[in-house]
């Protein structure tokens, strides 16, 4: 039973890490009042090009990884990769005030081909048997657990054994799931008790008013939805080389950025929050290989149930009416000075 | 009071597309005295001190401030200048507290909520403010509302405070305690722009006046040496007739009839209590009260847009006589019997037109069930659009514009406009003329005479007594969600309706003491 229960929240956390990268990216994105729906999209560019630079980087150092940079090169490649379609969609809408839901959904669509055509090149480019591309060495670099934390776990009495149990369930992972954890944290710093936050919320609040206080809308809003892209772009790398080892196949990341925004709403709209709805939507995700005999009609079903809990949340924070927990209050919308 | 100007204006000119708001304004205000800015709807008030306060941008012309030249282009340079204004929308967000929305935008280091609140109650007090610096926003009244929005402008150190028609949503107590206020700061020694449509107040707090018409600067008076009439012509450019007509009501019946009606809020508070009375056909039944007395919660209860806790509403058919009780009835229903509705609420648009469509459009908004083709009929409409454009004077480019983009006062236009135009025969109108110039106003007066002569039942919600007295046959005083009295508007004496008015509010007073 323990490690049963051991090894099922292992692997919620696991596969939650990535939804926290895209929701606490998004929070933090909408929070400015912008609801960037290129999420998904941005999580693909994220994950392509940290492919990218890893891929490169592996085959120019040959047998002698350089760890350090094993790790920086496809964390920066990523980086730059969301960057550049956080900008796309910034420009788009903040700009030239284009509608934001299509112009987020054209970026997702974008962006999923984005990462299709240059992971189609790369696997053209090895010369593969199989359609994926792996990057092992520099997967297991990512994957590195904290050293001390197998060599505790090696005690034989029933101590021993709790302490075993507490190191593989919360501490076996690579650094990225920390990461998530901090990033979310530290998100939900920042926007509850600094004066960054304050004005952050007041921007996605109330623009007008924000902007009459001698706040700079336009630069909060291209600052947000840039951090919150490259946040969540860190989503698409941690889903490929960590998750799923290195190994990229396209449309592998599946329709995780749909269910990161998803998130946000369960998490109505605090990133901290979102560190435990990830691992639940990541728990529900998974649930169905641990139900015996689900079958292939039931499986669709089941990995349903992260949208049936929005909506649940949805209904349950509307008929509260609590108006802090409302989106937004301008979320979607373009601001405009001289308007009378 | 010295001599000494806090801000001159130059030749300052503001043109939106082809629109002049404002043109060579030359203007001043000093240091230590309290100038009021007088002006019809669209006269450029708001547009010339929008670009004081950061908003917009002169095309022409300069900003002297202590004598020097200023450039004021984002509101962050106008708090440098030390200029703050009051907006007439606030421009607070609604889920922060009060200390939250004073300290936004600011930058002084550490960011210390306890310090925050600190700074706060000492400038509260030092004015003599109430507020509690916890608070949230949508849980306050208007008026508390206010109060945080002048102590934000005083919390960053404002000497020019500027206020754009500050008393429009405040009862006449909380004026008096505003302008106690705006007195105090004269004496401390700062330049106070104060912009109003009430010229008695005009009168009681500036200590010179500057008029605005048509985007132009006519004059600057002292208000020692003037007037309302000279006001009021200097304004306008011509002199109105103050006399409304009132015709002697023609074969009235009772056409609706209200009887006993209860309406609790959800809170459990008692919004109407017990309210009886009838409104007969051929005369103007007027509504005065202190704003959120229960005007709107009547008429809505009468509309079917309410939930009533009890009490009847019933209505005679005109055509046929037939009586009807409105309660079992919906909306719409409620609607085509020929009981129409039109309430201008503070915000002026958030009832009954939609911002973002044409002025043809939101006619349609009452016609689109009519006719039997499955394609709209547009034309009717239009010509419907085009009337009203004519008659009602409306400023705007073409019945093509969205609504959004005409000023306020002609959004009201359009609003009554449109409810006359559907021939009711129970009318009711709320603040018709709220926030809209003499000439307008006469024009919304004519309109419901008319409806009178036409045998329409007019109920009128109105803050204005001296417009309730002039206009209606009947007046009814409305406090605390009851009816308080009922007076002939010819015979009546203002101090008999102020009396009826602040009646129920005492005894309230007293409840609150108790508890």
């Known amino acids: 039973m323990f490690e049963f229960l051991s090894q099922f929240i292992q692997r919620s956390i696991l596969q939650g890490t990535a939804l926290l990268f895209g929701s606490t990216g998004e929070i933090i994105t909408e929070k400015s009042g912008n609801l960037n729906l290129g999420i998904p999209g941005i999580m693909y560019m994220g994950g392509i090009c940290g492919v990218i630079g890893g ?93 001390f934390a197998e060599k505790l776990a090696d005690s034989e009495n029933i101590f021993g054994k709790i302490l075993y149990w507490f190191c593989q369930t919360f501490l076996s992972y690579g650094f990225m799931v920390y990461l998530a954890v901090i990033i979310a944290l530290v998100a939900a710093m920042v926007l509850k008790k600094t004066r960054v ?93 641990y139900i015996d005999g689900a079958s292939m009609q039931v499986i669709p079903l089941l990995k ?25 209050a301008s979320l979607g919308l373009s601001y405009f000075r001289e308007e009378r | 009071m010295n001599n000494v100007a806090a801000v001159e204006l130059v030749n300052v000119t503001k043109t939106f597309g082809s629109v002049v708001a404002n043109k060579n304004v030359n203007m001043d205000v000093r240091k230590g005295e309290i100038l009021a800015i007088l002006g019809e709807n669209g006269s450029g008030k708001t547009t010339l001190m929008n670009m004081l306060s950061g908003i917009y941008h002169p095309d022409e012309g300069q900003i002297y401030i202590d004598g020097k030249e200023a450039v004021i282009s984002s509101p962050k340079d106008a708090f440098a200048y030390k200029i703050g204004m009051i907006h007439q929308h606030f421009k607070l967000v609604d889920v922060f507290t009060a200390a939250e929305n004073i300290v936004l935008g600011i930058d002084d280091g550490k960011f210390d909520p306890k310090g925050i609140s600190k700074k706060v109650e000492e400038i509260s007090a030092r004015y003599g403010f109430e507020i509690d610096p916890t608070k949230k926003i949508y849980e306050m009244a208007v008026s508390e509302k206010q109060t945080v929005e002048i102590v934000k402008v005083l919390y960053r150190g404002a000497d020019i405070l500027i206020l754009d028609e500050p008393t429009a949503v405040l009862t006449p107590q909380e004026t008096r305690k505003l302008f106690a206020v705006l007195r105090q700061m004269r004496e401390d020694g700062k330049a106070v722009i104060i912009i109003t449509h009430k010229l008695h107040e005009v009168l009681s707090i500036s200590d010179r006046v500057a008029i605005l018409r048509k985007g132009e600067h006519i004059a600057t008076v002292n208000t020692a040496e003037t007037d309302e009439t000279e006001l009021t012509e200097l304004m306008v450019g011509q002199k109105v007739a103050l006399n409304i007509e009132r015709d002697e009501p023609q074969g009235s019946v009772d056409r609706l009839t209200v009887s006993h009606v209860n309406c609790v809020s959800r809170e459990g508070v008692k919004l109407l209590d017990d ?177 009178k002569r036409n045998g329409v039942a007019v109920i009128f919600v109105g803050e204005d007594l001296d417009v309730l007295m002039e206009l209606c046959d009947r007046i009814m005083v409305i406090g605390s969600g009851r009816i308080t009295g009922t007076v002939d508007g010819r015979s009546c004496t203002k101090e008999e309706i102020g009396y009826l008015m602040t009646k129920t509010e005492k005894a309230e007073n007293e409840e609150g003491g108790k508890g």
């Open chain 1, 55 to 147: 891929f490169f980087y592996q085959n120019a150092a040959g047998r002698s990884i350089n760890p350090v940079l094993a790790i920086l090169i496809p964390l920066l490649a990523s980086l730059l990769g969301s960057l550049a379609a956080s900008l796309i969609y910034s420009f788009l809408t903040i700009t030239l005030k284009a509608n934001q839901n299509v112009t987020g959904l054209a970026l997702t669509t974008f962006g999923v081909g984005f990462g299709n055509f240059f992971g189609g090149s790369l696997i053209k480019l090895v010369d593969s048997d199989v359609p994926s591309i792996a990057l092992t060495k520099i997967a297991k670099v990512y994957k590195t657990t904290l050293p």
């Open chain 1, 197 to 289: 936050g304050l004005h952050l919320r007041a921007v996605g609040e109330n623009p007008a008013t924000a902007d009459a206080a001698g706040i700079n809308v336009t630069a909060y809003k291209y600052f947000a939805t840039c951090i919150g892209g490259m946040i969540a772009g860190l989503g698409g790398l941690y889903y490929v080389i960590d998750y799923a080892n290195g190994v990229w196949s396209n449309n592998g990341f599946g329709d995780r950025g749909w269910l990161a925004i998803a998130l946000v709403i369960f998490a109505v709209w605090k990133p901290n929050l979102a560190i435990l709805g990830s691992y639940l939507f990541g728990g529900l995700y998974i649930l169905f290989n």
């Open chain 1, 304 to 328: 349903m149930l992260p949208y049936v809990v929005t909506i649940i949340v949805l209904i349950v924070v509307s008929m509260r009416k609590k108006k802090e927990n409302q989106p937004p």
């Open chain 2, 275 to 451: 309210v009886s009375f009838t409104a007969k056909s051929g005369e103007i039944l007027g509504i005065a009260g202190i704003a959120g007395s229960g005007q709107r919660e009547l008429l809505e209860a009468i509309a079917g847009l309410q939930h009533l806790d009890g009490g009847e509403i019933t209505y005679v058919n005109p055509k046929n006589g037939e009586v009807v009780n409105l309660r079992d009835k919906n909306p719409k229903q409620i609607k085509e019997l020929g009981v129409r509705l039109s309430f201008v609420p503070e915000d002026r648009l958030g009832m009954g037109l939609v911002g973002n469509m044409d002025i043809t459009d939101n006619m349609m908004l009452r016609s689109y069930r009519r006719g039997k083709s499955m394609f709209l009929d547009r034309k009717r409409p239009k010509n419907l659009a085009d009337e009203i454009i004519k008659s009602l004077q409306v400023v705007t480019p073409g019945t093509s514009t969205p609504v959004r983009r005409l000023s306020g006062g002609n959004v009201q236009k359009v609003l009554v406009g449109r409810e006359i135009s559907s021939a009711p025969s129970v009318l009711m109108v709320a603040y018709p003329v709220r926030g809209l110039d003499i000439n307008s106003s006469y024009t919304i007066y004519n309109l419901l005479n008319t409806q």
